[in-house]
């Protein structure tokens, strides 16, 4: 029986206070019309855009499509961009595979050319390479925020900062950051931010969307029913409309604006509580014998609340298994959908047993997990002993 939950970069549990409830109310009140609000009930959308511009620092919350998640949002803007004429892409070795799956879809399809920059020794995207790939021709940047696999914190904005000087547009994938850090595109620099409301945001799976910058004209890749504006023969050419095609998932959004709304107040300790958590494991695991914790000198204020490591002796995937069933840990492990990274820590092709915490999660929590790893370490030690 699972009674500690370490997988909040894949999705936070328990959910903000309030999200089951509005979820349960949006799916048993009668649904609104498109267009109107459901009696004395607002749009969910509406409450959500601008919360969300509220929490990004934005002016402007008809610039927020409200998508099934990051990975439909990253989908929208790359392929978007692609059909303006974008032809040269560069990315980071930590994206994850919603962004490296279309880009390598596109590579392979000759519509873009691809390069991935990695990264230096100390865990940091390499600037050299980034600037060689950005002088080889740059149309689109994408960084993302913190690696789902490392928790380390790109410098987006220094990133985002040569990518403009050399006239690339700049997308940021701030799915494992949006509720756990400032995620401000206007002082970053990016002029595309794809998020995910199931992660730092505490909301419900299925929930995310897409900041654009309303200097940009990010043409639709999915059209439909919008429910108004029947009569136009195309996608309506209004935002957020018109890169929102189809019944949006009320249910979902209801949740996550009650999610937002706790952000606003209360939630605003939530990520400050998942980097301190995250500091403590990454400390308190590095110093066990037999385990290696990836970036481990990761500064603090660079880092989430996602670790990964190894146990010597244990393949990832058997140690989580052990985790989950004998010390009720659950747990991630693996490539975690992010496989280039790997090459460049050290961890390919296995991957990593990965602890992601959230605010929730307590002190005890942590030492109990700790104490979990430290007695796998220790038995695996005393095997290849005996063995000796
Ligand atoms: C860095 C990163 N990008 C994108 C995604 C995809 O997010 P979503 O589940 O909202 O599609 C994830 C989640 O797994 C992630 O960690």
């Not at 328990?14 to 607002?42: F, L, N």
């Not at 897409?210 to 029947?230: A, F, I, K, N």
């Not at 659950?330 to 790997?342: V, W």
């Not at 700790?370 to 220790?378: G, K, P």
Request: aromatic content about 4%; glycine content about 12%.
């Amino acid at each position: 029986m699972t009674s500690i939950y370490l997988n909040n970069a894949a999705s936070s549990w328990p959910k903000a206070p309030g999200v089951a409830e509005a979820v349960r109310r949006a799916v048993k009140a009668m649904p609104a019309e498109p267009g109107r609000g459901s009696g004395h009930d607002t749009d969910p959308r509406d409450e959500c855009r601008s919360l969300l511009a509220g929490l990004m620092g934005v002016p402007w919350p008809g610039q927020i499509v409200l998508t099934s998640g990051a990975t439909l949002a990253l989908n929208i803007a790359i392929l978007g961009c692609v059909q303006t004429g974008v032809r040269s892409v560069v990315a980071t070795a930590t994206e994850h595979n919603s962004v490296l799956r279309p880009l390598r879809h596109l590579e392979r399809q000759g519509a873009i050319r691809l390069s991935v920059v990695g990264l230096t020794g100390d865990g940091q995207v390499d600037l050299e390479q980034f600037a060689k790939a950005l002088a080889g021709g740059a149309d689109l940047v994408v960084v993302n925020h913190a690696s789902n696999v490392t928790g380390r914190v790109n410098d987006a904005a220094t990133l985002f900062r040569l990518a403009r000087g050399a006239g690339a547009l700049t997308l940021l994938d701030a799915s494992q950051t949006l509720g756990v850090l400032p995620v401000r595109p206007l002082e970053i620099g990016a002029q595309m931010v794809a998020f995910t409301g199931h992660k730092g945001l505490c909301g419900p799976e299925g929930t995310g969307g897409l900041y654009v910058s309303p200097e940009m004209d990010l043409p639709p890749v999915l059209s439909g029913g919008t429910g108004v504006r029947s009569d136009l023969p195309l996608q309506p050419d209004e935002m957020p409309m018109r890169l929102e095609a189809g019944t949006p998932n009320s249910p979902g959004l209801a949740g996550l604006a009650a999610a937002l709304r706790w952000a606003a107040s209360d939630g605003r300790l939530e990520g400050q509580r998942r980097r301190d958590l995250g500091s403590l494991l990454r400390r308190s695991l590095s110093q066990i014998r037999g385990v290696h914790v990836f970036d481990a000198g990761c500064p603090e204020d660079a880092g989430t609340g996602v670790v990964s490591f190894t146990i010597a002796g244990w393949p990832p995937d058997e140690a989580a298994l052990v985790l989950e069933e004998c010390f009720g840990i659950r747990c991630r492990a693996g490539l975690h959908c992010a496989p280039e990274i790997h090459r460049w820590i050290g961890s390919a092709p296995h991957g990593t047993i990965r602890f992601s915490v959230s605010g929730a999660n307590t002190e005890s929590d942590v030492e109990a997990a700790v104490s979990a790893v430290r007695a796998m370490a220790a038995a695996r030690a005393e095997q290849g002993e005996a063995a000796a």
